[in-house]
């Protein structure tokens, strides 16, 4: 018997399984049908033992089912978008997509000598418009029924990668690729609405009996789900312009406010940002607080400092003044992005008072504590009797919290609430190679879906790396200001990527001269006019004729064959991005 010689004999066998197609997947088999997908790998260039593992594992339920006589789906693809590719792109003087399809080129002739069991003929990549373009149409349905939004938020930013980062890939407050210390900025980003799904969410993890109960958990508190009480404090003297009405706040722990011993506000909150902007030493330490992540992990590890702002609150129960400090350990997405502090109850509110020697004040006595129960270093968060607070005296915790809610509500100073850890979905990146999002924003008529029949809006392929950012931001046909100088002006060569193609099926007669040829051209374009949805007021726009006059054009067509008509939202900026 011959010695097995797996360089003749694997690529013999591997050509006949090609030429039988033995592992194409067929639709219409009338045997049951079974999917195995394995995540797709990022084309970096080369496999390693761990796609080995992961592709291995897969190919042998995808190699059983097929032997217990199922039709088997086993596809590939690649997840061939994001940051990496565009920075090894930059490294090495090349295009992106350039770079990303000769890694996949490579990396499947690797992966082809393991033998897996592979449906290649369903091969594709993210970066392909072909795919992308049903991703651009999934996110238009999402934003339809209002689970895609845009609005501010506080995000990590790398600044020498110059985008947006997970929380996930914030190591040690730096940035995972680039090492740099991560800031927190507060950016117009898009969002997915998963939070309206919240409670189906956690409601729906009873209902997983064969998970493990640590899995569970760990589910149930990354929602979140937390029920307290949202009061606004009265400020005491002149109240800061960014907050006349008071200072609203979310707790948890109702129970506890007799213990209150200082506000604490995050460092973007309207007031401390209103602080920052007439004091430069406010400022220094905002800017000092958004260093590092923004997850609650990190900022829970993080060294505690604050600012005494000067302020005060009038506590509702005893009429004391409570002082109002900006914290660097409070989140400013959880709640209203201030908190009433019961450092003797909260192991960072201590932390914080313990440095700045505020006040501790003891409410909650252990079932076995002493009557004059005190705490040292460690806050004290378990079950017992609330003492020190007045008419809450002897209750239980549960029972307290109800009636301080009850007292609040009464005051008409706020009532009881739901609020969740959990957050949407932010898919915005500044980045180039990412699918661009097919929203257009007209400083007219507010957000603008791309028509399906323009889908896929592709990327631009000249672009230039030789300056940080991202480059469609410099590209002709992306770039767009909106500033609040520029939009007296006017100047929309943002809308070029999608209005070249639309206006050139116009007519380009009397009523509308040149729109398609100036827009095709890449020249600019100027808008006059409010609202999308006035028949009196549809974007009309004027176009730079020779003898430097103006000649009014109503692209009200324009506007109606792109704009949902819904009234929704005003945006006067657009930031390029990516899902991903």
Do not use: C, H
């Given at each position: 018997m011959s010695r097995y010689d797996p360089k003749a004999a694997e690529p013999r066998r591997r050509a006949q399984w090609e030429s039988a197609q033995v592992f194409r997947a067929d639709p219409n088999s009338g045997k049951p049908k079974y999917y195995v997908l394995e995540m797709f790998p990022y084309p970096s260039g080369n496999i390693h033992m761990g796609h080995a593992r992961n592709y291995v594992m897969g190919d042998v339920v995808a190699r059983y089912k097929r032997a217990r006589g199922f039709e088997v789906l086993h596809p590939m693809g690649w997840d061939a978008f994001g940051m990496p590719a565009e920075n090894a792109a930059m490294e090495r003087g090349v295009h992106p997509g350039e770079w990303t399809w000769s890694n996949i080129a490579a990396m499947r002739d690797q992966l082809k000598l393991l033998g897996l069991s592979l449906d290649w003929s369903r091969e594709f990549a993210t970066c392909d418009p072909d795919y992308y373009g049903k991703q651009q149409a999934w996110f238009l349905k999402l934003w339809e029924q209002g689970l895609a939004h845009q609005r501010e938020g506080v995000v990590n930013w790398d600044p020498v990668d110059n985008t947006v980062l997970a929380n996930e890939q914030v190591i040690?407050?730096?940035?995972?690729?680039?090492?740099?210390?991560?800031?927190?900025?507060?950016?117009?980003?898009?969002?997915?609405?998963?939070?309206?799904?919240?409670?189906?969410?956690?409601?729906?993890?009873?209902?997983?009996?064969?998970?493990?109960?640590?899995?569970?958990?760990?589910?149930?508190?990354?929602?979140?789900?937390s029920k307290g009480l949202t009061m606004t404090w009265d400020w005491s003297g002149q109240a800061p312009a960014a907050a006349t009405k008071g200072l609203t706040i979310y707790t948890t722990r109702p129970d506890t406010l007799f213990g209150a011993s200082f506000m604490g506000l995050a460092p973007d909150h309207p007031v401390a940002a209103a602080l920052a902007a007439e004091d430069p030493e406010v400022a220094a330490f905002v800017a000092e607080c958004r260093k590092g992540g923004s997850s609650q992990a990190d900022i829970e590890q993080a060294e505690k400092i604050g600012w005494d702002t000067g302020l005060k609150v009038i506590h509702p129960f005893t009429g004391a003044e409570i002082p109002v400090w900006i914290a660097n350990f409070i989140l400013s997405d959880y709640g209203t992005g201030a908190i009433f502090a019961c450092p003797a109850h909260d192991q960072r509110d201590l932390d914080f008072a313990r440095k700045y020697g505020l006040p501790v004040i003891p409410?909650?006595?252990?079932?076995?504590?002493?009557?004059?129960?005190?705490?040292?270093?460690?806050?004290?968060?378990?079950?017992?009797?609330?003492?020190?607070?007045?008419?809450?005296?002897?209750?239980?915790?549960?029972?307290?919290?109800?009636?301080?809610?009850?007292?609040?509500?009464?005051?008409?100073?706020?009532?009881?609430?739901?609020?969740?850890?959990?957050r949407d979905w932010g898919v915005s990146r500044q980045r180039y190679w990412g699918c661009p999002i097919p929203i257009i924003h007209c400083p007219s008529c507010g957000p603008v879906r791309v028509p399906d029949a323009q889908l896929p809006v592709k990327l631009p392929e000249d672009v230039t790396f030789d300056v940080p950012g991202n480059p469609l931001a410099r590209h002709p046909t992306w770039r767009f200001s909106g500033r609040a100088r520029d939009r007296h002006t006017g100047h929309l060569r943002g809308f070029q990527l999608v209005f070249r193609t639309l206006c050139r099926s116009l007519d380009t007669g009397a009523d509308r001269p040149q729109v398609g040829g100036l827009l095709a051209s890449g020249r600019s374009v100027y808008r006059r006019g409010r609202a999308c949805g006035a028949a009196s007021a549809l974007c009309p726009v004027h176009h730079p004729r020779a003898d430097g006059r103006r000649t009014d054009v109503d692209p009200g067509t324009i506007c109606r064959s792109v704009h949902p008509g819904d009234g929704g939202p005003r945006d006067l900026s657009y930031r390029g991005g990516s899902v991903d």
């Open positions: 040690d407050g730096r940035g995972w690729r680039s090492g740099a210390v991560v800031e927190k900025r507060k950016l117009t980003q898009w969002f997915l609405r998963i939070t309206q799904y919240a409670d189906d969410l956690i409601d729906g993890l009873a209902t997983l009996d064969r998970w493990p109960d640590k899995v569970r958990l760990m589910q149930e508190n990354w929602i979140g789900r409410v909650v006595r252990p079932p076995e504590g002493e009557a004059d129960f005190d705490v040292g270093d460690e806050a004290y968060t378990g079950p017992g009797t609330v003492f020190n607070s007045d008419f809450l005296d002897g209750l239980d915790i549960e029972d307290a919290k109800a009636a301080a809610i009850g007292r609040i509500e009464a005051a008409g100073q706020g009532q009881g609430a739901t609020v969740y850890r959990l």
